[in-house]
């Protein structure tokens, strides 16, 4: 008998994996590993869940098990992978081996929390997962004041979330904007006067650096010296990609687990995917990227046939109070077209060579996402 195909990890890439393999109506044995208990859930519903007062077990949408069931696979849930042999295609879990004839490593990212001084940096919770949120939602729950480190796409979203619950937000970020790393300052600015209008504070070209323990709840003291009292400090400062299981193997390694238009590591016969692949240079973590990555991945397990191709994609930024959507490479544009009125901003954006390359659209203007996108397809 053929050893099965080996998949470690159960977060959105992991799944969309064996969903699509399963429509191709493929039988091929999949066993799946993971350090968690394998329940399914949307991970972007994280950025909505305080004022939709839902808990854990309200994301849910299907529990490990009954995954495995229907899409018939075997789980190992709450296993953690200890090692990879690729020489002898075999992988070591809790002490035992598994054998396997192609491996696909989605071990996802984990969240980043900067370097800390003071006798609370234990306090600091993230919140990248369904477990994270599990671990922490009682304590949320009952703070009124928190502050976020970091003021990129997951924590303006969750400032906008949490203020909307009836919080006291306060957002530090290092960065002269909200989302540098995203969207150009003109857009951010409008952000960030709706935020502020709505109650979150924002503090810039500033951080954290010490957590300690106060007489009424928690201390955040930033490198500018100011001092914030929480009740809790949530990290929102970047994922990491996680990548040791493939370096311990001898895969390369850049920022993610490096991989090809085949979502070929530099091993034979291991993949990578999702959050913890870097495809072109970039770890891509968006849902979209993932998609067409795994449809590209089922093929070529099955067929060994298909290259991965990205079309300017579309994000949405969960901020409902002011939507925003961005199309293409707008992060990259050397110049801007911009059109403000009451309805919003539409901002078309141009490379060096003055070749459209992304857009920008708030507001009720996202009603032109789909039309600049099919633009911007045409002059891609």
């Not at 849902?287 to 067929?303: E, R």
């Amino acid at each position: 008998m053929n050893a099965p195909l080996i998949i470690i990890g159960s977060g959105f890439a992991a799944y969309q994996l064996v969903k699509t393999l399963r429509r191709k109506n493929s039988d091929l044995p999949i066993q799946l590993f993971t350090a968690d208990s394998g329940d399914e859930y949307n991970k972007p519903d994280l950025s909505h869940v305080f004022t939709r007062q839902q808990t854990a077990d309200d994301l849910i949408s299907a529990k490990g098990q009954a995954f495995a069931m229907q899409h018939q696979i075997e789980l190992f849930a709450n296993t953690r992978v200890d090692e990879i042999d690729p020489n002898t295609h075999t992988i070591t879990a809790n002490g035992s081996r598994y054998h396997f004839s192609k491996l696909v490593l989605a071990t996802g990212g984990s969240s980043f929390i900067p370097k800390l001084h003071g006798d609370a940096v234990n306090q600091v919770m993230t919140l990248n997962s369904l477990a994270e949120y599990r671990t922490s939602q009682h304590r949320i729950a009952r703070a009124q004041r928190i502050v976020i480190m970091g003021g990129g796409l997951i924590g303006t979203e969750l400032a906008m979330d949490l203020c909307a619950s009836g919080k006291q937000v306060q957002i530090v970020e290092p960065s002269a904007h909200l989302m540098e790393n995203l969207m150009p300052a003109f857009v951010a600015t409008a952000l960030e006067k709706q935020l502020r209008h709505d109650g979150v504070n924002i503090a810039c070209l500033d951080y954290v650096v010490s957590v300690e323990h106060g007489a009424s709840g928690l201390i955040a003291v930033t490198s500018q010296g100011s001092r914030y009292q929480a009740d809790c400090i949530i990290s929102a400062a970047g994922i990491i990609p996680n990548t040791a299981l493939a370096q311990q193997a001898g895969v390369a390694v850049n920022r993610g687990i490096v991989v090809d238009k085949q979502m070929k590591t530099s091993v034979d016969d291991i993949y990578a995917l999702g959050d913890c692949a870097e495809i072109n240079g970039q770890v891509m973590a968006f849902l979209q990227p993932i998609v067409l990555s795994a449809n590209v991945l089922a093929s070529q397990l099955l067929t060994n046939t298909g290259e991965l191709t990205l079309p300017p994609m579309i994000t949405k930024v969960k901020t409902p109070r002011y939507p925003i959507q961005l199309g293409g490479n707008s992060h990259t544009a050397a110049s801007w077209q911009i059109s403000m009125t009451e309805q919003g901003i539409v901002a078309k954006g141009y490379d060096q060579n003055q070749r459209f390359c992304g857009f920008v659209v708030t507001q009720d203007n996202v009603s032109q996402t789909f039309p600049l996108l099919r633009e911007l397809q045409a002059s891609n």
